[in-house]
């Protein structure tokens, strides 16, 4: 059968500059096996299945997948699919502009503005969870980098359905020079069953305050081109730490020009701690997928 299929850029305006996500509209009818297959075809760092919802309170339900397994939430699908089900008519803001997804992490509120090229959208990061890491994994980590982790911010690891290690690095330039080994980093992800590791450092100037990198080695991703659910961990670490103005804080993040692209990620963090993550999409692909 003919199952409504979209690729969606997510974090960019323009097309083939951000984090694509595949879409499939109608997945109705297909299993978990059929899902996973599909998802290593597309070899995306995500593809989503949009399904009718089980909550009252939700819009639509979603399942995530990586190449080689099933997410409980992630953050740039969640925008690319909400972007994709809006123009496809299959769901419309409600009158207080929200959507509700439901997924594996349970509901997810995303906020709408704007209409058309101008729709920005942005998603409520779930709670997030702060761990600790061991002495012998920091050193294991800074093996993997290549480079000294900033003494003064130890890394943690940051829950929040995915689960990422969190490093800061000495400034923008040391994130984007970075050349982990994937093999070791692989290998670690594995022993702390960890989905991946995000690093960032500060922009000396500009109106991006920070660089992200964002790579999940394990599950087929060796590096993720612009990541929702990793910029709002590095929100999450940074609000934990003290890092940030206890009245909360606004900011631009950068990412993926180490892959081509051009992903600004909208971040907003109130008195609170409660994480916003929001930007541009555009849809590349939209078409029907068969099988």
């Known amino acids: 059968m003919k199952r ?3 690729v969606v850029d997510v974090f960019t305006s323009r097309p083939f500059m951000g984090n694509p996500v595949a879409v499939i509209l109608d997945a109705e009818g297909l299993d978990t096996h059929q899902m996973q297959v599909i998802a290593g075809w597309t070899n995306l760092s995500e593809t989503t299945f949009v ?3 089980t909550s009252r309170d939700a819009d639509y339900r979603l399942r995530i997948f990586t190449p080689r397994n099933e997410l409980p939430f992630a953050g740039h699908p969640t925008l690319g699919s909400a972007h994709a089900i809006l123009e496809a008519g ?3 803001p409600r009158d207080d502009g929200r959507l509700v997804q439901e ?4 509901l997810v509120a995303l ?3 704007g209409m058309g090229a101008e729709r920005r959208l942005s998603f409520e990061l779930p709670p997030a969870r702060i761990g600790t890491l061991q002495d012998a994994d920091l050193n ?4 993997i980098v290549g480079c000294k982790l900033k003494a003064k911010v130890a890394p943690a690891t940051v829950n929040v359905g995915p689960v990422w290690v969190i490093a800061q690095l000495e400034d923008a330039d040391t994130v984007i020079g970075l050349r982990p080994d994937l093999a070791k980093l692989a290998e670690l992800e594995r022993r702390l069953r960890v989905t991946g590791l995000t690093v960032f450092g500060a922009h000396p100037s500009g109106d991006a305050a920070i660089e992200v990198r964002t790579f999940a080695p394990s599950s087929g991703v060796n590096e993720d081109p612009v990541c929702g659910s990793g910029n709002g961990s590095v929100a999450a670490f940074l609000w934990a730490r003290g890092l940030l103005p206890s009245g909360g ?3 631009v993040a950068t990412q993926g020009r180490c892959v081509g692209r051009d992903g600004r990620i ?3 963090v109130d008195s609170t701690g409660r994480v916003l993550i929001g930007g541009a999409c555009v849809t590349c692909i939209d078409g029907a997928m068969r099988g």
């Open 90 to 92: 299959r769901a419309t």
């Open 111 to 113: 906020t709408v503005s």
């Open 249 to 251: 804080k606004d900011y």
């Open 4 to 6: 409504s299929y979209k």
């Open 103 to 106: 997924c594996g992490m349970g």
């Open 140 to 143: 294991d980590l800074e093996a």
């Open 266 to 268: 909208a971040v907003n």
């Open 51 to 53: 399904l009718p919802p």
